[in-house]
C-alpha cells in the first residue's frame, strides 16, 4: 500500500510561479510510475505530466502544459514535484499525484493504483 501526500498549491497571479510536492510512504517509491493530474469544476480529471522509473527516465506531458510545467523526482526523497511556470488561469485545478506498479498507460487514470487527495492550484487573472 502507497499513500500519497500533495502540497504547495495556492492562490498565484497569472505568470506566476508554483512547485507541487508529491511524497509517498513505503519502501519502493522508486519502482513506481509516477504522474499529476488535475481536475477544475466541472470537467474530467485529466492527465498532466508522467515520469517513468529507472535511471533512464522518460516523460510525458499534455499539450497544454508542454514548455511551461516539469515533473521530476527525487528517489531519496520519496517524492515526485511538478514545477509550473508562466501559470495561466486555465491551470486553475485540483492537482492530484498518482502512482502506478506497472506501466500500461501514462494518461489514463484508471491505469493508476494509488492516488493523493489533492492540492488546489488557484490562478487569478
Known amino acids: 500500500q502507497v499513500q500519497l501526500v500533495e502540497s504547495g498549491g495556492g492562490l498565484v497571479q497569472a505568470g506566476a510561479s508554483l512547485r507541487l510536492s508529491c511524497t509517498a510512504s513505503?519502501?519502493?517509491?522508486?519502482?513506481?510510475?509516477m504522474s499529476w493530474f488535475r481536475q477544475a469544476p466541472g470537467k474530467e480529471r485529466e492527465f498532466v505530466a508522467y515520469?517513468?522509473?529507472?535511471?533512464?527516465?522518460?516523460?510525458a506531458y499534455a499539450e497544454s502544459v508542454k514548455g511551461r510545467f516539469t515533473i521530476s523526482r527525487d528517489n531519496a526523497k520519496n517524492t515526485v514535484y511538478l514545477q509550473m511556470n508562466s501559470l495561466k488561469p486555465e491551470d486553475t485545478a485540483v492537482y492530484y499525484c498518482?502512482?502506478?506498479?506497472?506501466?500500461?498507460?501514462?494518461?489514463?487514470?484508471?491505469?493508476?493504483?494509488?492516488w493523493g487527495q489533492g492540492t488546489q492550484v488557484t490562478v487569478s487573472s
Open positions: 498518482a502512482a502506478a506498479q506497472a506501466f500500461r498507460s501514462y494518461s489514463r487514470a484508471n491505469d493508476y493504483d494509488y
Open positions: 515520469i517513468s522509473t529507472g535511471l533512464r527516465q522518460y516523460y
Open positions: 513505503g519502501r519502493t517509491f522508486s519502482s513506481y510510475f
